[in-house]
Nanobody
Framework: VQLQASGGGLVQPGESLRLSCTASGFTFRFYDMAWYRQAPGNQRELVAT??????NYADSVKGRFTISRINAKATVSLQMDSLKSEDTAVYYCNARGRNDFWGQGTQVTVSS
């Protein structure tokens, strides 16, 4: 089982980034997917989830982030717009279903 996250980087406040996570080793379409993030000194927090019927977002990112998935490509993405310095964190891809799988994380830094 592997969840490979990519797309992180260094951007200025107000800019955008798109994170992607490619899954392998399990039946992707049967799993709910989520993005979490963890800033230094903080607990890991839920950013967004996507199920067959809905998407949900943390209040702190609502209206700025969009989660999506393509089952045929076993990928889940997180479009992040209007980034703020407080969005700086390591972002993790998570698959929830019969089992719980985690990716290795990708660093997002928002700084001027």
């Amino acid at each position: 089982v592997q969840l490979q996250a990519s797309g992180g980087g260094l951007v200025q406040p107000g800019e955008s980034l798109r994170l992607s996570c490619t899954a392998s080793g399990f039946t992707f379409r049967f799993y709910d997917m989520a993005w979490y993030r963890q800033a230094p000194g903080n607990q890991r927090e839920l950013v967004a989830t996507i199920t067959p019927g809905s998407t949900n977002y943390a209040d702190s990112v609502k209206g700025r982030f969009t989660i999506s998935r393509i089952n045929a490509k076993a990928t889940v993405s997180l479009q992040m717009d209007s980034l703020k310095s407080e969005d700086t964190a390591v972002y993790y891809c998570n698959a929830r279903g019969r089992n719980d799988f985690w990716g290795q994380g990708t660093q997002v830094t928002v700084s001027s």
